[in-house]
């Protein structure tokens, strides 16, 4: 049974906290065996990352065979039937054309008094995508990161997946191909994560990681965060529903479920205005769960994380959601543009009846890797700016530099940073 | 003597890949130390706050002298020259005006399909500053925090400054006066980190913690990431100077100098495509030095991680310091803006003979939180966009639904999450 609030409860604030404070995932502390295995790597390079994926993964990859080759890429892709192959190049090209509207622009300007001041962006020269293997391995998510590192000019992307008992999804491998990513390893694990950062004889190191994966995963893009960038330390999967009385209680119920069969931790929360409409959805996703193939995880994930809350007024549940920052938040009422002003963190804000979150997580063309565990409060989903950088630039002629000359070597002085000040004063005529 | 290469020496590859991977700082292992701070910060909450600093800043400060005062902010500003005053107001305004520039426009837009899409930019609510103490207690970095926070939109502000002894710089608290910085606490280490990113009863937790530190904010702002957003791990400043025969050799001594006075690992280097200015600088570095009153943290920071380095064109310059990805890039060459597309990786990039990296420290109106260690392959300089997140808007009508459904369901059926493909085939009146 999910737990059920209604915010007139006096000891509501208690319970609320409780919920957003819940820990959704086991919080194993693996700081230790990460920076072994990052240590191991960095020593002996390929060999240990040949033992350890054969230790971890069950697979028996040799050191000739850690590249997935060309020809094993295109078979794969090739075995893949043809509807899901048009599905991924929708997907793709989707994805492809919102991402190509992020692309930043340079700007630079000369002021008034003649400096020239601007910015620039370039992209990433190498970029390592992780992609989970087994259970959650995603060839959705496969395009949700390569798609916005093709768009932002990102020149190499190395792929890393793991090979659980030497198996792989080959829609994966689809996905990578459409995508036009063609140097795989078939690594994962810290392991994987440490070849990316510090490079083995035949792992050329990149410059920054991303993707999903456990927290060994987590764990080692936390250490090696300074080495190369990272995108974000991902936790479990959330959607939060806000729905008044124009919702439809089965669509409710059926974009709590399509969150809740994540597992891991996933968490569905419904906050309503209508009593009436929490009492239905609750029925409702007992009803709808028992006909899901998969029904024990999601109703595990219901059961454990799922919330219902009933509040006065959409204002008092714009206030919830803003402190809850759910990564999704579908906004299921009648007024949905009116209203999403007030929602003021959140990942991913889903308009009206007619937006289940699924769609946004395959073909709606936003990205799909979003901030989990309230991160929302300051951090964005992934997207072409996280594959590119900014340069400053600056410029003075003779006159700006002089016209400026004073108040720098003032500050200067004040940080006792004599020779900043020469540097100025140096080059003034007087 | 800072080191001397030359591109066409034979050995060169191995020097410079010594040099680029030499380390600058003890990599002092203080993990253990932060996470006990952190968990006593999180467990004692104030008690703990006023127990450490008074302990690692040999301060004195009681649970409500933790904040400093208005007045006592009023009257340590009041107290600073007025000339001093001025110039800290001119650097104010000219780093307003250019980042008012970089502040984001939100897109939505509606695709041929009818599918809304769009991206909206909303400030972060609540922001930690960190300022470090002591030597390095520098007010233009409170601008350079303070002021893209307040562009974005930042509605808390909260500052942390330790006063090791009980003393702050009185210029520290015109800086936060001028920026409209009121909340300061007189703090640092690892313990203001966590304070900031857990909160206490007397410190409300922020959700994001920028500015330098070292080693232990350094550790404690990795250990708290996720918990909070951080702006980046700051490392050793850096320039790399690159000049051509028509550089003043006294006037980049200057800048290479100015660059070593900030001690702490600070690296200069020179690249040139003209042995004789090589020369020429080496010599007009020493006798510079001479000169500085602090002259003995310049000239170790000069001697032990300066380097000279002869290449044979500007094309191979380039090369090298795109390898070198440094924080500030001089271009003292004849053509700086016809060159400056060939530097690709560079936290700024300062165009020709009149702008010394100095200007930029401090009223240029660029930030000088920029990326260091090499980082700027993959990290931007402190910008409005730090202090603000996207998030991503979509909105279907049945009609756009419609027409992605079979694509979407497709690839819910690939990825076995069949309560995904449920929750957009319930919507279809079929």
New interface residues.
Partial sequence: MPIRLDAADSDFEQRFVQLLEGKREASKDV?DAVASIIADVRARGDAAVVELTNKFDHANVALDTLAISAEEIASAAASVPD??R???Q??HDRIW??HA??KPED?I?T?PLG???G??W?P??AVGIYVPGGLAS???SVLMNAVPAKVAGVARIAMVVPTPNGEI?P?ILLAAQIAGVTEIYRIGGAQAVAALAYGTASIPKV??VVGPGNAYVATAK?QV??Q??IDM?A?PSEVLVIADGSANP??VA??L??Q???GAGAQSILVTTEKGLADTVDAEVDR?LA????EEI?RQGWDEFGAIITVCSLDEAAILANRIASEHVELAIND??GF?GA?????????????????????????HV??T?R???????L?V?DFM??????????S??SA?A???V???E???????????S??LNR
Avoid at 375 to 381: L, T
Avoid at 389 to 398: A, E, N, V
Wanted: with cysteine; charged share 15%; proline share 5%.
């Fill in positions: 700081n509807n899901i048009a599905a991924l929708t997907a054309a919102h509207k992020q700007h300007y002021d400096v020239t001041l910015t620039r370039t990433v020269d995603y060839p959705s999804n829609a410059d920054k936390r965060f300074g190369v960038g330390i936790g089965a669509w059926a974009d479920i399509a809740a069969e994540h709808q006909l899901l193939p998969k999601a949905p543009q999403m929602i003021r963190h959140a990942g991913a804000i889903f308009l009206g009846h007619h937006t289940p979150e699924a769609i946004g997580d395959y073909v709606g063309g936003s990205n979003l901030p565990a991160s929302a409060r300051f951090a964005s989903g997207g700016l950088k900014r340069t400053s630039i600056l410029g003075c002629d003779p700006s530099l400026l004073e108040a720098a003032t500050i200067a004040v940080e006792a940073l004599h020779g900043h000040g020469r540097s100025i140096i080059r």
